[in-house]
């Protein structure tokens, strides 16, 4: 089983707030956890590698950590834009979490 | 700038036969693996299928094992994916990604086109 588990599957926060999505491994994948994000009928936007690495112009209030089987994806100071989809993927099988929707309270 | 543009996508038939493609521009497509990724209507993504820069490694998901098949054609700064013996379940938008080597097994998909539909229905 190399299945990927995000939660929770959807939160409500308001512009400003802090949020943390938490994505869990069936098993130790070291770093090779990525995190995307995905506004409504677009197409995913990547935003961290390798665990905690900021894809080139991503902002800097997205950060990503952990190692093993448990990785956060912490989003500080919500900005409007930022209510979307959250997805973590291994890099190892190229498998997606189920995804995690942040709606706007 | 790096653009990926999909097409081929459409209505066909359970049991049919559909060819995406995949042009890729603002960067030399050999030097890259590319992937197909899928979202089927309302859910989540699926990793699809994957190739090595040179064509020579292939990996599939095991759900279109034995009914798709990706390809590319450098020269022609093209990808590809075949999909043969379509069921309703391959019903979903289909991205092509890029797919850049951060260290060995820390891939990740960098560029996406805006996917194409691809609907099964009789």
């Known amino acids: 089983d190399l299945q990927l588990t995000q939660s929770p599957s959807s939160l409500s926060a308001s512009v400003g707030d802090t949020v943390t999505i938490t994505c869990r491994a069936s098993q130790s994948i070291s770093s090779y956890l990525n995190w995307y994000q995905q506004r409504p009928g677009k197409a995913p936007n990547p935003l961290i590698y390798?665990?905690?690495n900021l894809h080139s112009g991503v902002p800097s209030r997205f950060r990503g950590s952990g190692s093993g089987a448990d990785f956060t994806l912490t989003i500080s100071t919500l900005q409007p834009e930022d209510f979307a989809t959250y997805y973590c993927q291994r890099s190892d099988t190229k498998s997606f979490g189920q995804g995690t929707r942040l709606q706007i309270k | 700038e790096v653009q990926l543009v999909e097409s081929g996508g459409g209505l066909v038939q359970p049991g049919g036969s559909l060819r995406l493609s995949c042009g890729a521009s603002?960067?030399?497509?050999?030097?890259?693996?590319m992937s197909w990724v899928r979202q089927a209507p309302g859910r989540g993504l699926e990793w699809v299928a994957t190739?090595?820069?040179?064509?020579?490694?292939?990996y599939y998901v095991e759900s279109v094992k034995g009914r798709c098949t990706i390809s590319r054609d450098n020269a022609k700064n093209s990808l590809y994916l075949q999909m043969n013996s379509l069921r309703a379940e391959d019903t979903a938008v289909y991205y092509c990604?890029?797919?850049?080597?951060?260290?060995?097994?820390?891939?990740?998909?960098?560029?996406w086109g805006q996917g194409t539909l691809v609907t099964v229905s009789s």
């Open positions: 603002g960067f030399s497509l050999s030097n890259y693996w």
């Open positions: 190739i090595k820069g040179d064509g020579s490694e292939k």
């Open positions: 990604a890029r797919e850049f080597v951060a260290a060995a097994l820390k891939n990740y998909f960098d560029s």
């Open positions: 390798a665990a905690s």
